[in-house]
């Protein structure tokens, strides 16, 4: 079927930050002649006002996804196939405006402003999610001035309290994340938390969303950001600094009672300790102890003894993206305002390098997202997110 022609408002060619294989920063070319997606059938096309970053980028760009093989250089091939193929535009967390629609899609959509759930689901059902793979990585992201999205991921949240930079810091490959690692360990009201890369892009969301369901999360994280994760919604704020006294120094922070379920997005050597945090004494638990692992900030590999976990029943949860079911749930929330963005800064979308070194260095009060605004759009939706000095 063929892709519904550019509205006159829409030009041919737009600027993007094309991804021309694997490698270092530099695989990142800045491109001004890029030609603009046409919406497909059932699609809707976005005129990109603000893009989150995520670690992805970074990890699809190195290769740094292995899989069966240790140390293999890849990307995400759960289907059998690799889906990066280059060129490919990356960014995940799209928010923007519909400016066109392809066939099937009500021209009442135009002008809608919304968030993309970023999923490129391998099938319709809503409560299962077999392939993660997303926009930027298996098809053209939001590092662009346009994308074409399905219109039944383009979510519509009008809420004028938000910015779009805002909403694009909310998008769902951290929340998503968060709250799928959450239902995978069926985490319940009243239940002690483990919250670890707590000042990230998925601990941010995963604090307000133990909060949302009456959890209560313990952050780990570093003492500069104490108040900031505090103030968010974290009971305590436990450094990651001295491993040795770690489990010592959560079990106070708790009053002595064993961490529930851990969320962990760390790994390497911290694992072993995030277990700790949950059998030492089984007397006092009432519930199974539970892992749910997304992320491996900390190292890939980890040093586990399987009689640990097996005799202590520890459940262990793989989580990549979630569901339909859950996207939505998630948005519901954004539009009732239950969740706040946590947007730490905003750069222009030519300055794309220097956000990514930003992202890696991490300075002491770094908390949550940053945003890439199209230069197009720099004035309208970026500058007053700007790091001081680079408005
Ligand atoms: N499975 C999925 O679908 C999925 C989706 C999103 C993200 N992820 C993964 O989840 C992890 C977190 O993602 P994110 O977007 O939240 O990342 P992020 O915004 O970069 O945050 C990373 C967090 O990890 C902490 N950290 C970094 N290095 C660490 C270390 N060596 N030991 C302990 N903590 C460390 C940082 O804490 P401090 O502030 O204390 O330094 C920071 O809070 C990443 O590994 C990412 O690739 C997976």
């Known amino acids: 079927m063929a892709s519904a022609p550019l509205p006159d408002t829409v030009p041919e060619t737009m600027a993007a930050m ?3 294989g ?15 997606p046409r919406p497909g059938p059932g699609e809707v096309l976005v005129q990109v006002t603000a893009t989150a970053k995520n670690n992805t980028d970074r990890k699809a760009r190195e290769g740094l996804y292995p899989t069966k093989e240790k140390g293999e250089v890849t990307s995400f091939a759960m289907g059998g196939e690799a889906t990066l193929t280059f060129p490919r535009i990356q960014g995940a967390d799209v928010a923007g405006r519909v400016v066109a629609v392809g066939e099937g899609v009500e021209a009442g959509r135009i002008g809608e402003r919304g968030l993309l759930d970023f999923n490129l689901y391998p099938d319709a059902r809503r409560d299962i999610n077999l392939m993660p793979d997303y926009y930027g990585h298996g098809a053209d992201g939001g590092f662009a001035e346009y994308v074409a999205v399905p219109s039944d991921q383009f979510h519509h949240v009008p809420n004028p309290e938000l910015a ?17 690692m959450m239902t995978s360990a069926r985490v319940g009201a009243g239940e002690r938390v483990l919250v670890t890369g707590a000042s990230g892009g998925v601990g941010t969301a995963l604090i307000q969303l133990c909060r949302i369901v009456g959890a209560i999360p313990y952050a780990v994280s570093q003492p500069e950001k104490a108040d900031a994760l505090l103030s968010l919604g974290a009971e305590a704020v436990i450094d990651r600094g001295d491993l040795a006294t770690f489990v010592e120094r959560t079990l106070a922070a708790t009053g002595g009672a064993p961490i529930d379920a851990v969320m962990d997005l760390v790994g390497g050597e911290m694992t072993d300790r995030f277990i700790d945090t949950m059998i030492g004494d089984m007397k006092a638990r009432s519930t199974y102890p539970r892992l749910s692992i997304a992320g491996a900030s900390g190292g890939n590999l980890s040093e586990i003894m399987w009689t640990r976990i097996y005799l202590y029943q520890v459940q262990i949860f793989g989580v990549s993206h979630g569901t339909r079911e859950e996207a939505e749930q998630l948005v519901a929330w954004i ?7 946590v947007l730490h800064a905003a750069f222009k979308l030519s300055e794309l390098h220097d956000a990514e070194r930003y992202f890696v260095a991490r300075d002491s009060n770094y908390l949550g997202k940053i945003v890439i605004v199209p230069d197009s759009q720099w004035n309208a939706h970026g500058a007053r997110f700007a790091l001081e000095g680079n408005a």
């Open 18 to 20: 094309v991804l021309t």
């Open 22 to 36: 694997h490698g270092k920063i530099d695989k990142l070319v800045y491109r001004q002649d890029v030609p603009t």
């Open 164 to 180: 779009d930079a805002e909403l694009a810091a909310m998008g769902m490959c951290s929340y998503q994340t968060a709250y799928h």
């Open 335 to 341: 539009r009732g305002g239950d969740l706040k963005p």
